[in-house]
């Protein structure tokens, strides 16, 4: 049954990685990330808080600490010499 099958180009596998690579590390996907992950935390912690006021900051404050966090990073991970 191996026979039958022919075997993907190395190239066009490492291609598709690439665009997955891009579209992983793209801002625009991480900041989108972070505002969901965010979302997420602030409406769990409604359901224990049971106040809009300290849901929202809670939002706030992760959104912008992983934001900072985010911009840190890159900022260091792209100044290091090769």
Not at 15 to 21: A, G, K, V, Y
Not at 33 to 49: G, K, P, R
Not at 64 to 78: D, E
């Amino acid at each position: 049954m191996r026979l039958l099958f022919r075997r993907v180009r190395y190239q066009g596998i490492d291609h598709d990685l690439d665009m997955i690579r891009n579209i992983l590390c793209s801002s625009s996907f991480v900041f989108t990330d972070i505002f969901f992950l965010s979302l997420i935390l602030a409406v769990f912690t409604f359901v224990s808080y049971q106040s809009i006021a300290i849901s929202s900051l809670i939002f706030t404050g992760c959104y912008t600490s992983c934001i900072c966090l985010f911009i840190a990073l890159k900022k260091w991970l792209r100044d290091q010499p090769d």
